[in-house]
């Protein structure tokens, strides 16, 4: 997973960390340490509730960043 994906999603929703926390149930610290690749790997039920929470496919949420920027527009 590219750990901008997650920033970029967010960002695009209009969502502050706090924010898709609590609408997610994934903690704050979850979604910085996936933000900032403290933490590489996300777990398949996080990466459902942020899918979720982001209003995309969980798919989504991985592979090349460059793909979600070039369909921001």
Wanted: no cysteine; glycine share 6%.
């Amino acid at each position: 997973m590219s750990h901008n994906r997650v920033k970029i999603l967010r960002e695009r929703r209009g969502l502050t960390q706090i924010e898709l926390s609590k609408i997610s149930g994934v903690s704050r610290a979850t979604i910085a340490a996936l933000e900032t690749g403290k933490r590489p790997r996300i777990r398949p039920s996080t990466r459902t509730k942020l899918a979720r929470a982001l209003r995309v496919k969980p798919r989504e949420l991985e592979g090349d960043v460059s793909a979600v920027q070039k369909s921001q527009g």
